[in-house]
């Protein structure tokens, strides 16, 4: 069995605020050492479950926070921030299933930390399925056959990832109170809960399905001002509606609409408010 691990770092165990997920902050080492450990209870299940091998993807940011070092050393990384497929970089069909952990909550919606990739990204969907950076990532996995078996992050994630994926595994390490404060496990006594809660997760892995994508997806961004919407409608094939901020793409597969997603919001960080 091989397993995949989309490990980003809001709804990772203990963090509350942004103080501790930007490299710029006071707080970003131990958010570091956390988003490790958290990390690496999962992939301490995975093996004691039977995996032969395991991947791990460092999906936050600029994607180099996991510390390589401290990692399980029968795990493999990917890290660095210039990625063709962003989040769920390396996943593909010879994986027998994937985790998503330290993932938060969609833009605009309650939860630590919550947004959708960049924080002028007002919601995204996928034909008339609104989704966020687990709903996205859960369909590209889904297109290579590869079922979402666990999601773990702050209790608002895992709400969102139950009504995705039928019979998915949560994991909630952390309770939201607002956007920047959080209830939370003892990290010990989270990461126990991570390793118990994979074993079971592998152990159901056939009562979860792939989230299939739609064959042909229709991919429509909503930013938060038409600034931003003007910038990401630069790139070919793509239109802003009439009286939105909304740019739409019409993709071959989710595959392209994956990386149309990542180029709009590229274009849309350029927009300026002076």
Not at 44 to 66: P, Q, W, Y
Not at 104 to 120: C, Y
Not at 131 to 156: Q, R
Request: aromatic content about 8%; some cysteine.
């Amino acid at each position: 069995m091989k397993f995949y691990l989309s490990m980003d770092m809001e709804g990772v165990t203990a963090l509350p605020d942004y103080t501790y997920v930007d490299s710029k902050e006071a707080n970003y080492e131990r958010g570091r050492r956390l988003m490790t450990g958290d990390a690496n209870a999962i992939i301490r299940g995975a093996f004691d479950a039977g995996a032969e091998a395991f991947l791990v993807n460092d999906s936050h940011s600029k994607m180099n926070n996991l510390i390589a070092e401290d990692l399980h050393e029968e795990a493999e990384l990917i890290t660095g921030g210039v990625k063709a497929f962003s989040m769920v970089e390396g996943l593909d069909d010879s994986y027998t299933g994937a985790f998503f952990a330290g993932y938060h909550a969609r833009a605009g919606q309650k939860g630590v930390m919550s947004h959708a990739m960049i924080f002028g990204v007002r919601s995204m969907w996928i034909d008339e399925v609104e989704v966020g950076e687990l709903g996205l990532n859960a369909y590209v996995a889904g297109y290579h056959g590869v079922p979402v078996l666990m999601v773990a992050g702050d209790d608002c994630a895992c709400r969102e990832a139950e009504a995705l994926i039928p019979n998915v595994t949560t994991v909630a390490v952390k309770e939201t109170l607002t956007r920047s404060a959080v209830k939370t496990l003892h990290p010990k006594k989270a990461q126990r809960l991570l390793h118990e809660k994979t074993q079971q997760a592998i152990q159901n892995k056939s009562r979860v399905k792939p989230l299939v994508p739609p064959e042909r997806p229709t991919l429509r961004m909503e930013f938060t001002n038409y600034g931003e919407a003007e910038l990401a409608a630069m790139m070919p094939g793509t239109h802003i509606e009439e009286g939105t901020t909304i740019v739409r793409y019409e993709a071959q597969n989710i595959l392209e609409a994956y990386r149309a997603m990542l180029v709009m919001t590229e274009l849309a960080m350029q927009a300026k408010f002076c």
